[in-house]
């Protein structure tokens, strides 16, 4: 059974039961993709405006005058609500919601199976571009929702065995069977659960409502200090957005990912199917 947060994750219903609030409804994803189709009143923003971009690891937050820039597009203010979809599932969008949280805006919910659930419900879409109210944002980089590759190296020299990696990446990059990186495997000890395992795809791609109990299976506990990952902090939007709204007290993303830990000589890795 669904132990997900009731207010942050949305059916086409519930989001249309918002319209009484200030909400601002965001589509993560291509612009062609935007131009063709997406929901009434949404506005775009696409990945490349949340990731550095810079080799080796693109994945990492961009500069906080950048962060700015967005948070200013978009008009982040007190009282408004961000809805955020994609069309993939949840991986972009869940990496903004991970980046609203690091720049300290809390009030957002996603909308389950993204545009695919809404079309699916009979609702319309639409095709004209939309144009958020910008409003000037300061930001201030909140550290709890970020890990850094020091953080993990340090916890992985104590032995420390409170710590939990979920990596998010398919089982062949963690084996270290497909490289993306100067070495390929995964972190010592690392968990392996697939991001695309989490997604239902009988129901528009939507959450899996026995998502609680998959990760408890595999030994990606509440009680325990997770640190979630993939290539670039993609996936793991997803990966993020889901320990989130069942509540995880302690979660954080590692926004270099692979492609920094890969890239890096001074980082333990191991091969094969055992963490």
């Given at each position: 059974?669904?132990?997900?947060?009731?207010?942050?994750?949305?059916?086409?219903?519930?989001?249309?039961?918002?319209?009484?609030?200030?909400?601002?409804?965001?589509?993560?994803?291509?612009?062609?993709?935007?131009?063709?189709?997406?929901?009434?009143?949404?506005?775009?923003?696409?990945?490349?405006?949340?990731?550095?971009?810079?080799?080796?690891?693109?994945?990492?937050?961009?500069?906080?005058?950048?962060?700015?820039?967005?948070?200013?597009?978009?008009?982040?203010?007190?009282?408004?609500?961000?809805?955020?979809?994609?069309?993939?599932?949840?991986?972009?969008?869940?990496?903004?919601?991970w980046t609203l949280e690091v720049v300290g805006h809390h009030d957002w919910a996603y909308l389950d199976g993204?545009?695919?659930?809404?079309?699916?419900?009979?609702?319309?879409?639409?095709?004209?571009?939309?144009?958020?109210?910008?409003?000037?944002?300061?930001?201030?980089?909140?550290?709890?929702?970020?890990?850094?590759?020091?953080?993990?190296?340090?916890?992985?020299?104590?032995?420390?065995?409170d710590l939990v990696v979920w990596d998010a990446r398919s089982a062949a990059e963690y084996r270290g069977e497909?490289?993306?990186?100067?070495?390929?495997?995964?972190?010592?000890?690392?968990?392996?659960?697939?991001?695309?395992?989490?997604?239902?795809?009988?129901?528009?791609?939507?959450?899996?409502?026995?998502?609680?109990?998959?990760?408890?299976?595999?030994?990606?506990?509440?009680?325990?200090?997770?640190?979630?990952?993939?290539?670039?902090?993609?996936?793991?939007?997803?990966?993020?957005?889901?320990?989130?709204?069942?509540?995880?007290?302690?979660?954080?993303?590692?926004?270099?990912?692979?492609?920094?830990?890969?890239?890096?000589?001074?980082?333990?890795?191991?091969?094969?199917?055992?963490?």
């Open positions: 059974m669904s132990r997900f947060d009731p207010e942050r994750l949305l059916t086409p219903e519930g989001y249309e039961a918002l319209a009484g609030d200030e909400v601002l409804l965001v589509d993560v994803g291509a612009a062609e993709r935007y131009a063709q189709a997406h929901i009434p009143g949404a506005v775009l923003v696409t990945p490349q405006e949340l990731v550095d971009g810079r080799p080796p690891a693109t994945g990492r937050l961009p500069d906080v005058a950048r962060l700015e820039a967005l948070c200013s597009r978009l008009g982040l203010r007190d009282g408004l609500k961000v809805v955020a979809y994609d069309d993939e599932g949840g991986g972009w969008a869940g990496r903004l919601l993204g545009i695919h659930a809404w079309q699916a419900s009979g609702r319309h879409i639409e095709q004209r571009p939309n144009t958020p109210t910008p409003a000037s944002f300061e930001v201030r980089i909140d550290p709890e929702p970020i890990a850094e590759a020091e953080d993990i190296l340090a916890a992985l020299e104590l032995g420390d065995a497909r490289q993306a990186a100067a070495r390929s495997g995964h972190i010592p000890g690392a968990i392996n659960l697939d991001w695309l395992e989490l997604m239902d795809r009988e129901r528009q791609l939507r959450l899996r409502e026995d998502s609680a109990e998959l990760l408890t299976s595999r030994g990606i506990t509440p009680d325990k200090l997770i640190v979630t990952h993939c290539q670039t902090h993609h996936r793991s939007g997803l990966t993020w957005l889901a320990a989130r709204l069942l509540g995880y007290p302690r979660l954080k993303a590692y926004h270099g990912s692979w492609s920094e830990w890969g890239n890096r000589d001074d980082t333990p890795i191991r091969t094969g199917a055992e963490p």
